[in-house]
């Protein structure tokens, strides 16, 4: 099976600015989380999508956005950017077979904001 | 809430020694706990996890973790470090019944020839 595909791999934009970014799941899995990597913060967990509704949710504000259609695929959309978005953005998707799923990630977006 | 700690951002070893890197979990039930490793430029990829089946945990690349409920650790081994094995590690951990990871602070392993 193919893993989970993100794209871009590598973007950059100015402030103010909005950006879109697109997740693959591996097929059949029906779950797809977003995760934020920043040297100062860490990874941090953004939001998860299950048939595509949003089922649990991280922490920031209301300018992370996403949504996931009917195939599993998942966007992710931060609106009006600041210089703290740049960061390693990751998707992981898990079959949500039970407790303890494991969630593959893909290989991330690199977002730098200028 | 649930949270990890990893003791010790940098480790380095010798090529052939052990590898012990730390990780201690704040719950109040079994948690779900994974170990995740990272490559420059990569995704993480899953090492092992703990879904209370069985305290010692085998994972690939020959690492493994043990379980101890009395310590509330997780701590990944691995008898004999390869070059290979030059990463950042993390650990997490899954509150029941929720997706979202709860990510260490990760601890990036040198291993020197």
């Known amino acids: 099976k193919a893993g989970v595909t993100q794209t871009p791999r590598y973007l950059i934009k100015t402030r103010g600015q909005q950006v879109t970014l697109s997740c693959s799941p591996i097929s059949g899995h029906r779950s797809v989380s977003w995760y934020q990597q920043t040297p100062g913060q860490g990874l941090q967990f953004l939001f998860e999508y299950f048939s595509e509704t949003q089922r649990n949710k991280g922490n920031f504000p209301g300018r992370f956005s996403g949504r996931q259609f009917s195939n599993s695929r998942s966007e992710m959309n931060v609106s009006t950017l600041e210089l703290g978005d740049s960061a390693l953005y990751l998707c992981a998707s898990s079959p949500d077979s039970g407790m303890g799923d494991t969630q593959y990630f893909g290989p991330g977006t690199r977002l730098t904001v200028l | 809430a649930q949270s990890v700690t990893q003791l010790g951002s940098h480790v380095s070893v010798s090529e052939g020694a052990l590898v012990l890197l730390r990780c201690n979990y704040s719950s109040s039930v079994p948690p779900y706990l994974f170990w995740y490793v990272q490559y420059p430029n990569q995704g993480l990829q899953l090492l092992l996890k703990?879904?209370?089946?069985?305290?010692l945990v085998k994972g690939i690349n020959g690492f493994e973790a043990e379980f101890k409920k009395s310590e509330t650790s997780f701590h990944l081994t691995k008898p004999s470090a390869h070059m290979s094995d030059a990463a950042e590690y993390f650990c997490a951990v899954s509150p029941t019944g929720r997706r979202a990871l709860t990510f260490g602070s990760g601890t990036r392993l040198q291993v020197q020839p």
């Open positions: 703990y879904t209370s089946a069985a305290t």
